[in-house]
């Protein structure tokens, strides 16, 4: 049975951001048939999604759309590219805008090729109160959010969620880079590698990401996805990474 690899990645897509809203104070998710629409309840568009895999139908996107709205936190919806050319019609009668060019997902079709670990880079797991703070504090850095919003979305219950691992990289001691990984069954979902700036273009990213992945590989997952942004692509593509499908991100006008 030959394995589908977009089915993959666009369901752990979706699952790490529904846990993100379990552990999150006020986050919720809803089904509206085949479309899923995840709200952690933090004012940061990425944290609050309407996810479209499969063409939708007028009405289930729009009843999505109008509860997503109605929570009042700023929100994307992000449609598959196979499913896009179904859904243009209904984003355009919903008044959304494309908000950036889109994003790619991507896939290691095998974890077993990932290399031990690279005794230059000090990453440890996350495991105490202090660990998170600095974990919050270098991603919400690299994303560019306020830093109570990073706190919301990730609390202290993560550290006791048996599918999820938060990894800080540190540099003579100081926290400069993070990695995320969520397990979804067989599959290692790679998520907020960030990199202070100082620290970039020195293979630290990389590491985190290869870090995440062999914690995935011993938890049980055989294979790697995630959604990379311009910066990093390129450096998945050198370590095996395939893009399988883009996400298109729309926003209301």
């Not at 897509?13 to 048939?33: K, N, T």
């Not at 355009?92 to 290691?108: K, Q, T, Y």
């Not at 090729?113 to 919400?140: N, Q």
């Amino acid at each position: 049975m030959v394995r589908d690899y977009v089915a993959d990645a666009n369901e752990c897509y979706v699952s790490y951001w529904e846990r993100i809203a379990e552990h999150a104070e006020g986050g919720a998710s809803r089904m509206f048939g085949a479309t899923r629409a995840v709200s952690s309840g933090t004012p940061v568009p990425v944290f609050n999604s309407v996810y479209v895999f499969e063409p939708p139908s007028r009405g289930e996107l729009s009843r999505a759309v109008s509860w997503m709205s109605a929570i009042g936190a700023p929100f994307r919806v992000s449609v598959a590219e196979p499913a896009l050319p179904a859904t243009e019609s209904v984003i355009e009668e919903l008044e959304l805008v494309e908000a950036d060019g889109p994003v790619p997902g991507m896939v290691l079709r095998s974890l077993d090729g990932v290399p031990e670990a690279d005794d230059e880079f000090d990453i440890e797991l996350v495991s105490d109160a202090e660990a998170l703070e600095s974990f919050v504090d270098v991603a919400s850095t690299c994303f560019g959010a306020r830093i109570e919003h990073a706190r919301r979305a990730y609390p202290a219950s993560m550290l006791s969620d048996d599918e999820m691992r938060l990894f800080l990289g540190r540099v003579d001691g100081d926290p400069v880079a993070t990695g995320n990984l969520f397990r979804s069954g067989d599959v290692a979902g790679v998520y907020t590698i960030a990199v202070l700036e100082a620290f970039r273009r020195r293979g630290l990213g990389e590491a985190m990401t290869w870090a995440v992945l062999r914690a995935g590989r011993e938890a049980g997952a055989e294979i790697g996805v995630l959604q990379s942004s311009s910066m990093g692509y390129a450096v998945y593509e050198r370590m095996g990474f395939e893009t399988d499908v883009r996400y298109h991100q729309f926003q209301p006008a």
